[in-house]
């Protein structure tokens, strides 16, 4: 199991950019590999936790909530598997606490997601 470790986060102001990270450290199983999956989720106050982006450890293949498409991006750095997301033109209503999870699985669900970190804090003013 993954052991994850969320970093970058703060306050900005709307409009505004941040760079989220989550370094992992541990071992997959050779058999998960082509399915393992790091993903972003952030929950607001008084809001279900929400799936933000998700990419493929193998082969960088990634995923993007609608809801989020052209602003946030996820990425990988494949020299020390650093896993990264970008968020650009942020507002307001993106304030929250912003988790990465790890899993053998391509499901945009938090309960398909086995290991978490302890989250990060966004707070966006306007």
């Known amino acids: 199991q993954m052991r994850l470790q969320e970093s970058g986060g703060g306050s900005v102001q709307a409009g505004g950019s941040l760079r989220l990270s989550c370094a992992a450290s541990?071992?997959?199983?050779?058999?998960?590999?082509?399915?393992?999956?790091v993903a972003w989720f952030r929950q607001g106050p008084g809001k279900e936790r929400e799936f933000l982006a998700r990419?493929?450890?193998?082969?960088?293949?990634?995923y993007h909530a609608e809801s989020i498409l052209g602003r946030f991006t996820v990425s990988r750095d494949d020299a020390d598997g650093t896993v990264y997301l970008q968020m650009n033109n942020l507002k307001p209503e993106d304030t929250g606490v912003y988790y990465c999870?790890?899993?053998?699985?391509?499901?945009?669900?938090?309960?398909?997601?086995?290991?978490w970190g302890q989250g990060t804090q966004v707070t966006v003013s306007s």
């Open positions: 999870a790890a899993g053998a699985t391509v499901d945009n669900t938090p309960r398909a997601y086995n290991s």
């Open positions: 541990g071992r997959i199983r050779s058999a998960q590999r082509g399915l393992y999956n």
């Open positions: 990419i493929m450890l193998l082969d960088r293949t990634t």
